[in-house]
C-alpha cells in the first residue's frame, strides 16, 4: 500500500476549544484519513492538554506555553514547528491567527503549496475591531496559492483585497445529515422560536428579544429558547426584563450538538438575525431538521437561505421587519410547510459527504503541482511562439493549483502579470550583456520561491535562467523548438547545410560559439521538452540522456472551421495552391517557385499564393520575375492568423516543402482547415503527415516528386476529399488539453 502523503494543518484552536472553524478541521481530518496523514498545529492554551496527542487520522502537535496567550505565540510558534515536516502542502483554517502563521510559514518554505480556508465573517464589521494590520490583512489573502471560502461573500472579500479570482473557490462547510433527524410532527411546539446561538454581538440577539416583543403583541403565546453562552447573557437577560417578556425567554446555556438539536426539533421557526456571518452552520442544521430558518440578508446567510423556499430573509438590525417574517410563518401553515420541504431539500446540498471530494481534489491537485517560473524572451502584447505558448498554459496551469511566475524581456509598461503569479520585465532597450544580467538577476531573485525554472530558449532566456537555477539549487527545465545555432548561423554566419549535417560539423567561431553556449543550457536541464519526436532525437545528439527528454506536442488553435469540403465542391474550385510560412533558406517557397511551371504545363490556369514575409523574400521575387510568373504567384505578405486559415480552408492545395520543421503549427492547421495537403519529409513533418493516409509526402530536394504530389491533388478531387477528411481528423488531436497533461506529466517529476 504505498505511503500516505502528509498534509500540515495549521488551526489556532482545536479540541476541546470547538466551533464552525474547528468542527470544519474535525470533519476534513476524519473524512480524509484513509488519504492523508494529517499533522495539525494548534494552540496549546492550558497545560491540562498534552503537548502531542496521536490520533486516527494522524497527531496534534500544540505550541505554547498552557497560556491563553498561546493563541498569539500561534502565528510564530506554529510555522517554526512546521519546518521539521515534510510535506507538499500545508492548509490553514480561519484568516485570523491560522492565517498568520501560514503567511510566516510561507515566507520560511515558499516551495511548500499553501491553501487558506475563509471561515470569519464578523472581521469585515465595523464593530468589531479588527487587530490586524491592512497590508498584512492583504497578504494572508493574496499569498497562499488556493483560498477556498465558506461562501460567496468571502470568496468576493478575497478578490476584493486582491487575491487572483482564478485562485479562489466557494467549498461551504456542511453538516453530518445522517446525525440530524428531520422533526416529527408530536416535537413540534406552536408559537416556538428557538435560536442556537453564540451571545455575542455579531448574532444581533438583542434585536431578536425587541422582535418577540412585537410578536407578542399578537402571538401572545410566543416563546424563545434561547440556546448557548457568551459575554452577554447578562444584558441580554437584563434586557429581556425591559421589554417585559423575561417569563417568554427561556436561556439554555451552551449545550452538546445533540442536545441543542434535540431543542431545534421543537421550534415552529428557527431566527438568528446576525449582524455578520461567514455562512451560518446553525441555518443550515435547523433546514436539516425541517423547521424554517428566518435569518439575515447579510454574509454568506443568503447562501444559505433562498427567501420564501428554503427560509425568510430580513434586513439586519430591523426587529419590526424580523417580528413581521415571524408572525407570517406562524399564521400561514401552508406557507410553512413549503418552506419546512424547502429546508430539507436545500440542506441536502451542505452534506460533508457531498462536500469532501473538494478538499480531496484541492489537496490532490495542490499536492502534485509545483511553483513555476517561466523565463522566457518575449510574452503577450509581443506576438511569437514563446509568448503565445506561456500565455497559453500559465492561466491553466493556474487553475490546476499550480503557483506560475515569468520573467521576461519587454516593456514593463505593456505586459500584465500572469493569472496565478507575478511577473518580472527585464527592459528590451537595455544594452546586450547588461539586458542578459538584469535577467539573470530577475530569474535568481524569482526562483527563491519557485521549484522548475522553464526556460523557453537556449540562449537569450535559458542561459541567464540556467545559471540562476543552479546558483539558487532549483530544477532547470527547457522547452526546445529548434537548433538556435543553426538558425544564427543560417541568418547571419552564412551555414548553408541543414539541420541534419549541421550537427556533425564544424563551422566559424561565432557559430560554435551558440553552440557551446546552447549544449551547456540543455545539458544543465534536468528535464527538456520537445514538441516532436525528431527535435528529441537532436537534442539527445547533443548529450542529454533519453530519459531526461519528454515530447510534448504543441497545441493548434482551429477553432471555427467548417468540416472539409467533399470531392464536387474541391473539383468546383480554382486550381489556387498555397503556401504560407516564414521567408527563411530553408522554408523552400523559391523551389515551389520554380516547380509551378511544370505544374501549369499539366494543370493550366494553377496558381500560387505565398503567406508571409522574411529575409528570402527578395530570393523568391527574382525567382518570380526569372521565370515570368507575375501573374501567376501571389505574395501577400503577413497576414492575421484567422486570414491565413481562412484562405488555408478555401485553397485547393495547400504546401508545406520545407527543408526543415522542428514542429510545424501550418501543417498542422492546414490539415485542421480541411486543405488537401503536400508536405516534405523534413524534421517532425513526417510525424504529422502520413503518406496516402492524411496527406501526400515527398522528398525534401526531389522537385519532380512535388510536382507530381500537386498536380495529383489538382486533378484527383476524390483523393484530395479523402485526405482533407483524414487530416481534420489528425489536427483534432493537437488540443490544448493534450498539450496541458503532457506539460504537466513532464514538469512533475522533474528532480
Known sequence: MPEKRTIILFSAFYDPWMSGAERCVQEVVDRLSDRYHFVLLTSRLSRRVPARETRGFGEIRRVGIGHPIDKWLFCI??????????????????????????????????????????????????????????????????????????????????????????????????????????????????????????????????????????????????????????????????????????????????????????????????????????????????????????????????????????????????????????????????????????????????DWEKIMPSYADLYERLGTSKNVLFATGIFPPAIG????????????????????????????????????????????????????????????????????????????????????ALLARRSFAIKIVGDYAWEQGQSRHGVTDLLDPFQSKRYAAGVERLRRIQRFVVRRASRVVTPSHYLAGIVRQWGVPETRVRVVENAVDAHGLPPAADAAALAARAPEILSAGRFLPWKGMAQLVAALPAIRARVPGARLTLVGDGPQRTAVEAEIARLALKDAVTLTGRLPHGDVLARAAAARVFVLYTGYEGFSHQLVEALAAGAPVVSSDAGGNAEVARHEENALVVRYGDVDALVEAVVRLLQDADLSARLAAAGQRTAAQYTVARM????????????
Not at 429581556?240 to 431543542?263: D, M, Q, S, W, Y
Request: overall charge positive.
Open 77 to 350: 510558534l506554529a510555522p517554526l514547528a512546521a519546518l521539521g515536516i515534510r510535506a507538499r502542502v500545508a492548509h490553514a483554517v480561519m484568516e485570523s491567527y491560522a492565517g498568520i502563521a501560514l503567511w510566516v510559514f510561507g515566507l520560511l518554505r515558499p516551495r511548500v503549496r499553501r491553501v487558506l480556508t475563509l471561515q470569519s465573517g464578523d472581521l469585515d464589521s465595523d464593530k468589531k475591531q479588527r487587530r490586524i494590520p491592512g497590508w498584512l490583512w492583504r497578504r494572508i489573502h493574496t499569498g497562499p496559492d488556493r483560498v477556498t471560502a465558506i461562501s460567496g461573500f468571502l470568496a468576493a472579500r478575497a478578490a476584493r483585497l486582491g487575491a487572483d479570482p482564478a485562485r479562489v473557490s466557494v467549498i461551504a462547510n456542511g453538516v453530518d445529515l445522517s446525525r440530524i433527524a428531520p422533526q416529527r410532527p408530536e416535537e413540534r411546539v406552536r408559537h416556538r422560536i428557538v435560536c442556537i446561538a453564540r451571545l455575542a454581538w455579531e448574532k444581533g440577539l438583542g434585536d431578536l428579544l425587541d422582535a418577540l416583543a412585537r410578536t407578542r403583541t399578537t402571538v401572545p403565546d410566543a416563546h424563545l429558547v434561547l440556546v448557548g453562552d457568551g459575554a452577554d447573557r447578562a444584558a441580554l437577560e437584563a434586557r429581556a426584563k425591559e421589554l417585559g417578556i423575561a417569563g417568554a425567554v427561556t436561556f439554555r446555556g451552551a449545550l452538546p450538538n445533540a442536545e441543542a438539536l434535540a431543542v431545534l426539533r421543537t421550534a415552529d421557526v428557527f431566527a438568528c438575525p446576525s449582524l455578520a456571518e461567514g455562512l451560518g452552520i446553525v441555518f443550515i442544521e435547523a433546514q436539516a431538521c425541517g423547521v424554517p430558518p428566518v435569518g439575515t440578508n447579510v454574509g454568506g446567510i443568503p447562501d444559505v437561505i433562498t427567501d420564501g423556499e428554503s427560509g425568510v430573509l430580513v434586513p439586519a438590525e430591523n426587529p419590526e421587519r424580523l417580528a413581521a417574517a415571524l408572525m407570517r410563518v406562524f399564521s400561514d401553515e401552508p406557507l410553512r410547510v413549503r418552506l419546512a420541504a424547502g429546508s430539507l431539500a436545500s440542506a441536502a446540498r451542505f
Open 385 to 468: 511562439g514563446p509568448a503565445t505558448y506561456v500565455n497559453t498554459v500559465a492561466p491553466i496551469l493556474s487553475a490546476r493549483g499550480w503557483r506560475v511566475d515569468i520573467v521576461t524581456y519587454g516593456d514593463t509598461k505593456t505586459i500584465p502579470a500572469p493569472p496565478g503569479g507575478a511577473r518580472a520585465v527585464v527592459s528590451s532597450s537595455l544594452p546586450p550583456g547588461v539586458r542578459h544580467l538584469a535577467y539573470f538577476w530577475r530569474v535568481l531573485r524569482r526562483s527563491r520561491s519557485t521549484g522548475v525554472v522553464f526556460a523557453m530558449d537556449p540562449v537569450s532566456a535559458g542561459f541567464p535562467a540556467a545559471l540562476a
Open 740 to 751: 496541458t497533461e503532457g506539460l504537466v506529466a513532464a514538469l512533475s517529476d522533474v528532480p
